[in-house]
């Protein structure tokens, strides 16, 4: 069966660092695009970033932009989200997930799989 293992999160300063991994099994990884969603308390799952099969494409949310960068490991079925500069807006559960769309979709539910969330809380 198909699982995705986030880690990784956890409290930090505003302007800290935190890198998030997923763990992938179960799935033909480098057949799948994979991306990092995220959801704060009271408000919808909205993608953060997200990785072609081959990281030749990626997209990234207007807000993360030049702080986030998401990449891959196709031989060790893993994905990746490095945060930087985190502001205590980015405090959220992020969520990896897997799609096996055409192209670098940005939509929820394009996507397949999802693990089961890491909580991310940035304090000021």
């Keep these: 069966q198909v699982q995705l293992v ?3 999160g956890g ?3 505003a302007g800290g660092s ?3 991994s997923c ?3 179960g799935l033909t990884f480098s057949t799948y695009v994979m991306a990092w969603f995220r959801q704060a308390p009271g408000k919808e799952r909205m993608s953060v970033a997200g990785i072609s099969r081959t990281a030749g494409v990626t997209f990234y ?3 993360v932009k030049d702080r986030f960068t998401i990449s891959r490991d196709n ?3 893993m994905v990746y989200l ?4 985190l502001k205590p807006e980015d405090t959220a559960v992020y969520y990896c ?3 096996s769309s055409f192209g670098v979709p940005n939509g929820a539910t394009s996507y397949n799989y999802w693990g089961q969330g890491t909580q991310v809380t940035v304090s000021s």
Excluded: K, P
Excluded at 82 to 85: D, I
């Design 18 to 20: 935190l890198r998030l």
């Design 75 to 77: 031989a060790e079925n």
């Design 97 to 99: 997930a897997a799609s």
């Design 82 to 85: 490095q945060m930087n500069s």
């Design 6 to 8: 986030e880690s990784g």
């Design 61 to 63: 949310e207007d807000s």
């Design 11 to 13: 409290l930090v300063q």
């Design 23 to 25: 763990a992938t099994s």
